[in-house]
């Protein structure tokens, strides 16, 4: 984490006072839910931090009290029809991977103990003099039976962190993500009042983990931000380019509810529909642009957020929470500003806290946007099959889109 953020983040649990203290949270469950009769969040669409004190303001969920599955429950079986149709019958339509490629090292928010992604290959049935030189894994060397068996296969590295007998480090929680209802909370309180001391194991959480998602298949709506700005000319919301050269919106621009609107414009797109995936770019991913395997040590620090990230901030969030959508994602790794005068209040990531613990909503991160904003592709189908890990927080299995290229004018 990096320390301005850490910094705010401990602020604020001082002054919660969350740690220890159960008590501060209503021990009433009621049911208001969390948005009003019109469907606008209760509270309004604003920036004013969210009083999770009031446990009955927002428990139970908008999907009932013994809902695990969130906005995901917009995603009906007509809903996966109706996105499939704006496809069928198309002369072309272009698979797009929406994935960031997972190599070793990438960078990750940084947490105790650290999250870190390092694949190692191991080798059987042959011998490989210069590959175990290089301390490569040998399970076996000669080649298995009569039919002479060979094998790769793969393993992930651990980092011992001190203070713990064991070390972890591989996580979900790295690379393009979809975090799951069980990720966020306040203090010991989770989505739809569960309470993290009765649902968390050793191996994940008893409720809300990623078992409980699905596989979805919906309409796909790309806000392409940054496409928006370079076509207006707006260099204010501009950053400096990536070390490829690749434009990108400065490190902690705001994206705004007018902008959101203006990029549905850009893109034709008319209405939000209950149980969209809705994805902002940013260019952000162009940080991990690697030349010969290298990343660029400066466009890392960027992306990692030493300057603040581009993003939503709570009114945005909950502009577009109003309208039911089954995720909410972007190309950085937190869909939210960062180091923007806006959220300068003390919170720590109140836009996750809003949209997975009051709406059901999930977020989607480093999600993969140019192939789309290149063929112009700002409506189409999306799909994604989380991991099916029981307990887990999260799922980094890249999702794909499908859309029909628009011609160029």
């Known amino acids: 984490m990096h320390p301005e953020l850490l910094k705010n983040y401990l602020n604020r649990r001082e002054a919660l006072g969350l740690a220890g203290k159960a008590g501060v949270v209503a021990a009433t469950v009621g049911t208001a839910g969390a948005s009003t009769a019109d469907g606008s969040p209760r509270g309004g669409i604003n920036d004013v931090p969210f009083d999770y004190g009031n446990l009955a303001a927002w428990v139970p969920g908008p999907y009932g009290p013994d809902d695990q599955r969130g906005s995901f429950n ?43 992604y390092e694949q190692r290959l ?38 011992q ?20 209802l069980n990720h966020i909370g306040y203090g010991e309180y989770f989505y739809n009042g569960h309470r993290g001391p009765d649902i968390d194991q050793l191996y994940g959480t008893s409720k809300l983990g990623a078992e409980h998602a699905g596989p979805i298949v ?7 931000i940054l496409g928006l700005k370079l076509a207006k000319g707006d260099n204010r919301a501009l950053g400096r380019p990536a070390a ?6 400065a490190s902690n621009y705001r994206i705004t509810v007018e902008d959101i609107k203006q990029a549905m414009e850009f893109g034709h797109i008319h209405r939000f529909e209950p149980g969209d995936a809705i994805v902002f ?66 919170t720590a990531f109140p836009v996750h806290q809003d949209l997975i613990m009051r709406f059901g909503i999930r977020i989607g991160e480093s999600i993969v946007l140019d192939g789309l904003a290149r063929d112009r592709v700002h409506d189409f189908v999306y799909i994604v099959t989380p991991q099916f890990a029981e307990g887990a927080t999260c799922g980094n299995t890249p999702p794909a889109a499908l859309g029909c290229p628009r011609t160029p004018s």
């Open 281 to 346: 770019r940013t260019g952000w991913n162009q940080l991990l642009h690697r030349v010969n395997r290298q990343p660029n040590p400066a466009d890392i620090t960027r992306w990692g957020g030493a300057e603040g990230l581009p993003g939503i901030y709570l009114r945005e969030a909950r502009y577009l929470a109003q309208f039911r959508p089954a995720l909410i994602g972007s190309d950085t790794w937190a869909l939210e500003v960062a180091g923007n005068v806006a959220n300068n209040d003390g």
């Open 161 to 180: 962190t001190p203070g713990y007998d064991r070390p972890y480090s591989t996580t979900y929680q790295i690379g393009t993500q979809l975090d799951n």
């Open 218 to 224: 919906t309409r796909g709506v790309l806000l392409d």
């Open 122 to 159: 191991t080798i059987g049935g042959y011998r490989s003099p210069r590959f175990e030189a290089e301390g490569g894994i040998v399970q076996f060397r000669d080649p298995g039976g009569t039919n002479r068996l060979s094998l790769h296969e793969e393993r992930f590295a651990a980092v």
């Open 74 to 116: 917009e995603v009906t079986e007509e809903k996966t029809a109706k996105a499939l149709r704006g496809v069928l019958g198309a002369r072309e339509v272009r698979t797009y991977n929406l994935g960031q490629l997972m190599w070793n090292g990438i960078p990750a928010f940084i947490t105790t103990p650290v999250r870190s």
């Open 244 to 249: 490829n050269g690749k434009p990108v919106l």
